[in-house]
């Protein structure tokens, strides 16, 4: 299975800040890598998929970059509706497997 | 827009069974990849499997050959069925669809207790 190191597991930020969180992934995955935004009792969302594409209806607030086997999250002007938990998720080889998560809290 | 809700019992015991069904609406299941993850108390996200329309299936092998997804087309709905569960099992299961997943439910809490 390919194992994703994702960092940090947790962060807080002050609302206007610039975040970013990276995923790591035991293996070349090319680009094959989408980042998820989970809210309690919510649908997770999908925020980036292929490493960098901006999903329809995604704050430009969000980019993705990265390939192989290093990507970043990057979260611009955070604000106090991005409190969530961010998961980064390989769909090169299966088993697909996600990262252990990063919460984000506002300070 | 494709909207998918799971249904199912949310108390399992021990040794018993887990089926869950994911109900879809606004689109056709005539199509992709439908999936089944879940969410452990430790918040670590686990893939269980997919099926594609036309019945082919595959799963996570940690799960020991425990699950299968079958799919009903004249239903629209799509099911996972979770065999010799134990506490470890415990869980918020998601139904989910694409690849990678770009639609998914809202997840149910299933408890496996005495």
């Known amino acids: 299975d390919i194992q994703m190191t994702q960092s940090p597991s947790s962060l807080s930020a002050s609302v206007g800040d610039r975040v970013s969180i990276t995923c790591q992934a035991s293996q070349h995955i090319s680009f094959y890598l989408s980042w998820y935004q989970v809210k309690p009792g919510k649908a997770p969302k999908v925020l980036i998929s292929d490493a960098s594409n901006l999903e329809r209806g995604v704050s430009s607030r969000f980019s993705g970059s990265g390939s192989g086997t290093d990507f970043t999250l990057t979260i611009n002007n955070i604000q106090p509706e991005d409190i969530a938990t961010y998961f980064c998720h390989q769909y090169d080889n299966l088993p697909w497997t996600f990262g252990q998560g990063t919460k984000v809290e506002m300070k | 827009q494709v909207q998918l809700q799971e249904s199912g019992p949310g108390l399992v015991k021990p040794a018993g069974t887990l089926s869950l069904t994911c109900n879809v609406s606004g689109g056709s299941i005539s199509s992709s990849h439908w999936n089944w993850i879940r969410q452990t108390p430790g918040k670590a996200l686990e893939w269980i499997g997919f099926?594609?329309?036309?019945?082919?299936?595959n799963y996570n092998p940690s799960l020991r050959s425990r699950a299968t997804i079958s799919i009903d087309t004249s239903k629209t709905q799509f099911s996972l069925r979770l065999t010799s569960v134990t506490t470890a099992d415990t869980a918020v299961y998601y139904c989910?669809?694409?690849?990678?997943?770009?639609?998914w439910g809202q997840g149910t809490l299933v408890t496996v207790s005495p």
């Open positions: 989910a669809r694409g690849y990678p997943s770009r639609n």
């Open positions: 099926i594609y329309y036309g019945g082919t299936t």
